[in-house]
């Protein structure tokens, strides 16, 4: 009874379904999460809410790759991330950041011969599940590309390709060590996330967007009933997939910007008082 509670204070409950089921993340059992939709979909606030859930929780590092900077703020500032890449002064520090997550990986990768084992799936202060947050995912790329270009860059010297082919072996190779991935778009880009890298997404979640075709990027088994429903979803709805659940329509929980930053200060500061950091749902 004891490890059943234990699993269930580990894992971050997301919303519910149509149907009224409860979908959640396990933070034992961790899976590489998408997350899509347009300007006021509530893509930011159920965001808010899942990185503030997560902060909560020991055995857990955070890094941030943010070009907005508002997302990895409040962790920033408390000190409560890990490595971070944020703004648009320096190119080479998204680099950097994905090399040294890569470096970790790679080692996690060469002590599992030694353990006899073929993945982790137990985390503390000690070995921490690295959770990598990529913020605006392809308008990061548009910005490397961008910044290639300026740079007069050789091929062989941009940013760019290296970045994404780094991101790739994180999601093809990263989960079996406590590395995952949470990439947030307002459209993925299918030559971002191919084919074989988008396989790797097992958790995906798709709010209201604009586009018709970015439905089918995230879910290919979506109907054009499902389709209708997320191009008019409410703030806070859509759909969402994931190893243990079907494509479903879910309320998702959320958290607004002001509560975001005062939970995640919270949970580096116990004493501050969490009155308004409560989830709340749509």
Not at 31 to 44: D, E, L, V, Y
Not at 113 to 119: C, N, Q, T, V
Request: contains cysteine.
């Amino acid at each position: 009874m004891a490890i059943e509670e234990e699993k269930k204070n580990r894992a971050i409950e997301l919303g519910v379904t149509q149907t009224g089921r409860p979908v959640s993340f396990s933070i034992d059992e961790p899976t590489h999460i998408a997350i899509q939709g347009m300007t006021r979909s509530g893509k930011s606030a159920t965001t808010y809410y899942f990185l503030s859930e997560l902060a909560g929780h020991r055995g857990v590092e955070i890094h941030f790759l943010d070009i907005t900077t508002l997302l990895a703020a409040p962790f920033n500032e408390v000190g409560a991330s890990g490595l971070s890449a944020t703004g648009t002064r320096d190119a080479d520090q998204y680099l950097t950041v994905l090399e040294t997550l890569l470096k970790r990986m790679n080692s996690r990768i060469d002590e599992l011969s030694a353990l006899k084992r073929d993945k982790i799936q137990s985390f503390s202060p000690a070995y921490p599940l690295q959770v990598v947050v990529i913020e605006e995912l392809p308008s990061l790329v548009c910005w490397l590309e961008d910044e290639d270009k300026v740079s007069g860059r050789k091929p062989a010297e941009r940013n760019t390709p290296r970045f994404i082919s780094m991101l790739r072996q994180l999601l093809a190779q990263g989960l079996k060590v406590g590395v995952m991935c949470l990439l947030i778009a307002q459209r993925f880009d299918a030559a971002v996330i191919s084919g074989p890298a988008r396989s790797n997404l097992g958790l995906r979640i798709c709010l209201r967007v604009d586009d018709r075709d970015a439905v089918a990027m995230l879910f290919s088994d979506a109907t054009s009933n499902h389709v209708d429903a997320i191009v008019s979803a409410p703030p806070g709805c859509g759909f969402l997939s994931s190893p243990t659940q079907r494509l479903a329509k879910v309320r998702l929980n959320y958290r607004e910007y002001a509560d975001y930053r005062s939970r995640v200060e919270a949970c580096v500061h116990p004493n501050i008082d969490e009155h308004a950091t409560r989830a709340q749902s749509r």
